[in-house]
T-cell receptor, first 114, second 115 residues
């Protein structure tokens, strides 16, 4: 069964450093998402992406964040200058089409900012 | 804006027994989807069950079923014949009908299964 994959599974970085989190959505999916879960808290929407552009972003997704689909398979989330409060689990999700209801999640990347 | 509320931070159930997890939501939309996701200690998000708001029939998936009350904006998850592997955090989620179709999650309920 096709799966969403994410790399790395864990990343430790110093405050102020740039990080890139990578996701490979399910191959024929067209809608892509990033969500964040700070330890012990609910899962929060960050951004949705379709047709090579952001379709919606949350208040969390400020100028320090960007997303890109550099080729036909990868979907990346970049944090330009990490802050301590960026420490969280980051989930990528994808779905096939606008009228398909289910988003399939990757296993997550655990980011720790020191 | 849509909101999802899970009022039970933690629940316990004896193995083989039945447990119900509560979820309520607030929306002005008439067409939407509701989901329950399971998050085991590995923290991966696993889809348990989904419900289309326009369907009156409650969704079922093996030991998992929902009680969807659209007028009351309630969407509870019933787990029958609970197993040790059901122990996890369970999130209720609402899918908006807005462009992009983001998911809005509740705070989660930790389910503990006692042997």
């Amino acid at each position: 069964e096709p799966e969403v994959t994410q790399t790395p599974s864990h990343q430790v970085t110093q405050m102020g450093q740039e990080v890139i989190l990578r996701c490979v959505p399910i191959s024929n999916h067209l809608y892509f998402y990033w969500y964040r879960q700070i330890l012990g808290q609910k899962v929060e929407f960050l951004v949705s992406f379709y047709n090579n552009e952001i379709s919606e972003k949350s208040e969390i997704f400020d100028d320090q964040f960007s997303v890109e689909r550099p080729d036909g398979s990868n979907f990346t989330l970049k944090i330009r200058s990490t802050k301590l409060e960026d420490s969280a689990m980051y989930f990528c999700a994808s779905k096939l089409a606008e009228n398909q209801e289910t988003q399939y999640f990757g296993p997550g990347t655990r980011l720790l900012v020191l | 804006a849509q909101t999802v509320t899970q009022s039970q931070p933690e629940m316990s159930v004896q193995e083989a027994e039945t447990v119900t997890l509560s979820c309520t939501y607030d929306t002005s939309e008439s067409d939407y989807y509701l989901f329950w996701y399971k998050q085991p200690p590995s923290r991966q998000m696993i889809l348990v069950i989904r419900q289309e708001a326009y369907k009156q029939q409650n969704a079922t998936e093996n030991r998992f079923s929902v009680n969807f009350q659209k007028a009351a904006k309630s969407f509870s998850l019933k787990i029958s014949d609970s197993q040790l592997g059901d122990a996890a955090m369970y999130f209720c989620a609402y899918r908006t009908d807005e462009y992009g179709n983001k998911l809005v999650f509740g705070a989660g309920t930790i389910l503990r299964v006692k042997s």
